[in-house]
């Protein structure tokens, strides 16, 4: 609610100046014909034009802003977030359902995981995850006997 206000002021201010920017166009102008000391001439037309130029310039601000507001709604899409205080992360271990949809299983080629109820787990060489892996083992050597 807060933010369809702040959209709602700034959509105000936006036009309050393009009005003020219209209004002034032909003080700008003498400016500039004092700064460069020449007489440009603003006819009727041209300040069509200009005026044309400002509010298309709003009105391309205005719907970048949309496209971001809508995409940001987007991407978050798909993603469960934890209820819970997620001050140490909200990440959590993947379920056997979510593990057969992500990683092969068995007969698949791929980087061997480890073992799930007697089945081979592998990350599959064509997955659209990255292929990065840390291996942690111990350091302690066994001895055969």
């Not at 959209?7 to 209004?23: A, E, G, M, R, T």
């Not at 073992?115 to 302690?140: A, C, E, H, M, Q």
Request: proline content about 1%; aromatic content about 12%; some cysteine.
């Amino acid at each position: 609610m807060i933010k369809k206000i702040c959209f709602y002021i700034f959509l105000f201010v936006c036009l309050i100046l393009n009005i003020v920017l219209d209004i002034n166009i032909k003080n700008y102008i003498n400016i500039l014909n004092i700064c460069f000391k020449k007489d440009i001439i603003v006819t009727d037309n041209l300040y069509m034009l200009i005026c044309f130029i400002i509010a298309l310039i709003s009105i391309f601000i205005i719907i970048d802003i949309l496209l971001v507001l809508c995409n940001r709604k987007n991407e978050n899409k798909g993603i469960n977030f934890k209820i819970e205080d997620g001050t140490y992360g909200t990440s959590s271990w993947m379920n056997e359902i979510e593990l057969k949809e992500v990683l092969g299983i068995n007969d698949i080629h791929g980087i061997i995981l480890g073992k799930l109820n007697g089945d081979i787990v592998k990350l599959p060489f064509d997955s659209y995850f990255n292929k990065n892996i840390t291996v942690f083992g111990s350091s302690r050597q066994y001895e055969n006997n």
